[in-house]
């Protein structure tokens, strides 16, 4: 007797099995009894975990990023968590959810990606101190030089006017995608269009692998708005971004949305020189996962004796910041 044939198998099938043996005993009885003794039929749990980095590991960067959100929000500093969410077809397709309505919606019966209009990639900005989302939707690749645009015009739309008194910038990030940690092309985006354009200083911990549902996004953005637009076919980039904005919560949640249809392409790789010009600092905890960028700047060196008076006050040496 094999375990896989009692896996599955019904009670009428056991109680024909039992007749056999010469025990007779109805399909009810044979649940009853299986009941007793603890089995029922039951689906998988996704317990065990596949991740590669030991769990000592994951729960000091856990405390580690517990306490830069502590300190940056002390001082009054931006912190955002970023991610990419699920890549979606633009048309007639099934989404899954339920809502009210009369009848039910006909959508495709396959989903083909020949029979979209597009697809959409959205990716998300969540302001963990003001409870506020900004979801850019891309139509080409989900590139990192997509995510540092992504973050501009974050910055430029909210950021900046938001928190006008502060440079520092703190961001959560996954591991992997468009804004892994390994990815020079992210970190040179990140050197060149913010910090060194907008005089930003910034911080990036990177979750743990496997470990991106606690990434602030998830559960405070994009689980919003999959609830809020489930059941609905999403048939037009307009409609996806309708149902982006008007994405709200109990707790104040507000969400702008934008439209990138920019052509992102693949498979870019970063120079020596663009390498050497990132203004990288490792943190000393688990430093592939946390770092810092700060603004390049140029140091002016004025002579003793060649020093200006302006306004009867000396003209001292001084760092000047390209941005």
């Not at 396959?110 to 302001?127: M, T, W």
């Amino acid at each position: 007797m094999t375990g896989l044939k009692w896996t599955r198998i019904t009670t009428g099938k056991i109680s024909e099995e039992l007749k056999t043996l010469d025990i007779h005993i109805s399909p009810n009885t044979v649940a009853k009894l299986l009941k007793e003794m603890g089995f029922s039929l039951r689906v998988n749990q996704k317990k065990l975990s596949a991740s590669s980095v030991p769990p000592p590991i994951r729960d000091e960067q856990f405390r580690y990023i517990a306490k830069l959100r502590k300190q940056f929000a002390e001082h009054g500093a931006m912190i955002i968590s970023i991610d990419t969410k699920k890549k979606e077809l633009v048309g007639w397709f099934k989404n899954q959810g339920q809502v009210w309505s009369r009848q039910p919606t006909a959508v495709n019966d396959h989903d083909f990606r020949s029979q979209a209009e597009g697809l959409a990639i959205p990716y998300g900005i969540y302001d963990v101190r003001a409870n506020r989302g900004m979801v850019v939707v891309g139509t080409s690749s989900d590139t990192p030089e997509f995510s540092i645009d992504c973050l501009v015009d974050w910055y430029t739309k909210e950021g900046r006017w938001s928190y006008p008194h502060t440079k520092e910038l703190l961001i959560l990030a996954d591991g992997g995608g468009s804004n892994r940690s390994g990815s020079y092309l992210w970190k040179y985006g990140l050197q060149q269009k913010l910090c060194d354009h907008y005089g930003l200083s910034i911080t990036v911990c990177h979750y743990p692998p496997g470990t991106s549902k606690w990434n602030p996004i998830e559960h405070r953005l994009f689980s919003e708005i999959s609830k809020h637009w489930a059941g609905r076919p999403l048939d037009s980039y307009e409609t996806i971004l309708k149902y982006l904005r008007t994405t709200t919560t109990t707790t104040g949640l507000k969400v702008t949305a934008l439209l990138n249809e920019k052509l992102y392409e693949k498979g870019i790789k970063v120079t020596k020189e663009q390498k050497t010009s990132i203004s990288l600092t490792s943190h000393h905890v688990q430093p592939k996962q946390n770092y810092s960028l700060h603004p390049k700047e140029i140091t002016i060196h004025l002579q003793e004796d060649s020093c200006e008076e302006i306004n009867g006050q000396e003209l001292m040496p001084q760092k000047l910041s390209t941005g």
